[in-house]
Each structure stands twice: as C-alpha cells, then as structure tokens.
C-alpha cells in the first residue's frame, strides 16, 4: 500500500513541504508496525527507517523466513537469539555457519578496511576476517550466502523488495527509477540496511560503564577492582586492545582498537560445519585461518577482528567459532592458556577443558599473541573482578 503520492519528490512549495512530513509520518507509523519498537528509532531518517525494514524482513531468503534480525536479534544485543548453539542456522533446514554472528551493535564506528603501515596492522572492516571493507558491503554478504539467507543472486532480493509493502518508501529514498537497475538496487539495499545500523538503535551508550564516566553512578568495589585489573598493563592488560577511555573527538569508549589478532583459540568440536561436507569437504581437518585467507599472507593467519567489549556479558558464545560459552571462561583463558598443560584430547569443549584444568592446541599455531595474554596469573578472585566489571558494559542500564 502507498501513503505517499507518486509526484512527491516534485513538490518545492511551502504548502507541499508540510505535505512531505505529513507523508514520512504516517511511513512513521507503517514502520513502527512492521518491526519491533527500538531504543533510539524515534528519529529515523527516512533512509534508516527503510533500512529496519529490510533488516527485519524475513521474506528476502530463499525460501522466505530468514531476516537479517534472524541472527542479529534486537532481543539479545544483536547476536544470535539461540546461544545454544556456536553458529546460526541458515534458513535451509540442516545448513549452519563456520562462525558465530557477532553484534551489531556500535559496528558502525570500525573504520573500513585498511593496513596501518606504520604499525604493520590490518584494521578495520567487517566481518570476523575483514572480508567486506565497509559496512554496506557487509550488509550484501548474507542474501547470497548459501548457508544464510540462500538467494541464487541479486536480482532475485532486489525482485522481493520491488514486490514488498514498502516498495514506495524504496522509491521515495532512492527516486521514482529506483528499481530499474538490478545492480545499482542491490546496492542502495545494502546502503539503506547500512544507514539503519549507523542509526542510535545501534550505538545506545547506556551502559552502567558511560552512567560512572558522566558521573551519575558509581561502581562497586568489586567493579572498581575489575576495572583496575583492566587496566593495569602488569595485569590483566586489556585495554591495550580494547581501549577503555573516550576517544579525542570525545566519542566513548568503544573497547576495539579494531585490528586482528590470534589468541590461540582451539577447534571447537561441536561447531556443525564440521559436518558440512557439501561446503566443507575437509571435514574435520578444515583450518579457520581467518584474516590470513582473505589477505592471502601467512603471516595473518588465525587471526580475527578484536571485537567490542560492549554488551559482552550477553553476547556469548564467544570467539569466531563460539568455542567459549561463558565469559568466565574467556577470561581464564587468557590468564591461563601457557601455564596449562595442552589437554589429550584435543576436541575437548571449554567445561571440560576447565574442569580438567587444561588447554586444547591452537585451531592454527602460528602468529599466536603470547605476548599480551596468556599467562596473567589471575587469582579466582581477580576473573570474578574482571568479569564484574565487563557487566558493566551491557546497555540498559537502570540509574538507581
């Protein structure tokens, strides 16, 4: 159904302006009942408010009843809804991914894909591996994933949308020809989904964490010590890749410095793509050598996009292929990776990996970080703090 007149984009008078907004308020109201009501959608651009549909249109898979919200839920800080298991399902019953979907949230700040050379350090992009360089690029990616959304190619996605009850509202943003060339629609879907995710829904900044910094709260002690033990260089040492200050231009702290790295993450024996021969037909023995496959340079190879600690405490499972399925866990991990001896069995899962007090191998044991982590002698008391403290990042938070 259409709620704007089709000459819209023609009018200039003062009479017809007040018509415009008349008109992008009641597609206002259309979207507020198509998708579910957002912290930081009530301003939306139009351009944004196309964008949340999209996003949460399940009708552009093949077959249709997979969205990109299927596996970047609003309801779990844009993460997979089902943390049971390490990677989401695609929407072909039986197909699941090589890696665990990570959040959306405050994506929008990594910068594209570059190689910082006077550091030597790929940084930015998207996706685990930096495949896609900028975030609309990222938003192409799953439509033709044939693990994910399954669509033989761009015309068939670009068809639904021409098809869909917003077709209009598409018009209206990218003008009257706006489905007339298959490539050029692919692309501005990808830019709307993009602009909806650079939105305030996607970057909130309400955590317990910013409430202290403004000063509005104050932190336990146990909290306090957690965020000392982050800090401290000698210690946990974690913000030397997730930075905890406000930035110079006065942006919060994201916890990403965006680079890549190997932390010596083992196999995780029950990811499903494993058993994927018809994608996979290494099997078991297939490698995830992460940034390095997309560069094509050994010298990358296991490493993954250092993530935002933002909204960690609910985002888990944890890493590229959801190995962790606790944060504690993670945490003494990186304490004690180097001083453990390497488990027998190395398809061992985290619980028992922790309860027999041993570490399976690196998935690839190259260009591991030893460095920066992996023998922080932290006490019990002190991955308690340390957790506590990453609590405090999770948006929502209620001033008492």
Known sequence: MSFMPSSFTNLM????????????????????????????????????????????????????????????????????????????????????????????????????????????????????????????????????????????????????????????????????EAFNYTDETYNNIADAIATFEQSPVFKRFDSKYDYFLAGKTKFTEQEKRGRKLFEDSNKGNCAACHPSRPAKDGTPPLFTDFTYDNLGVPRNPENPFYTLVEFNPEGWSAVDIGLGGFVGESPQNGKFKVPSLRNIAVTGPYMHNGYFKTLRGVVAFYSTRDTLPVCNNLFVVEALALNSRCWPSPEVAENVNYRELGELMLSDSEIDDLVAFLQTLTDGYKIK
Request: charged share 20%; aromatic share 10%.
């Open 13 to 176: 008078t003062r009479r017809h302006r007040l018509i415009a907004t008349s008109a992008i308020s009641i597609f206002c109201v259309a979207v507020e009942a198509g998708v579910p009501v957002l912290p930081g959608a009530e301003q939306l651009s139009p351009k944004a408010q196309l964008g949340q549909r999209l996003f949460f249109d399940t009708n552009l898979s093949t077959p249709p009843g997979q969205a990109c919200a299927s596996c970047h839920s609003p309801d779990t800080a844009f993460v997979d809804p089902d943390n049971s298991l390490p990677t989401s399902k695609g929407v072909i019953p039986g197909l699941k991914g090589p890696r665990n979907a990570p959040t959306l949230l405050y994506a929008a700040f990594s910068p594209a894909f570059y190689l910082d050379r006077k550091h030597g350090l790929f940084t930015g992009g998207f996706f685990v591996d930096g495949r896609a360089a900028t975030l609309a690029d990222q938003a192409k990616g799953p439509f033709l994933n044939p693990i994910e959304m399954a669509n033989p190619d761009a015309f068939t996605v670009v068809n639904k949308v021409r098809e869909s009850d917003y077709a209009e509202l598409f018009r209206y943003v990218y003008g009257a």
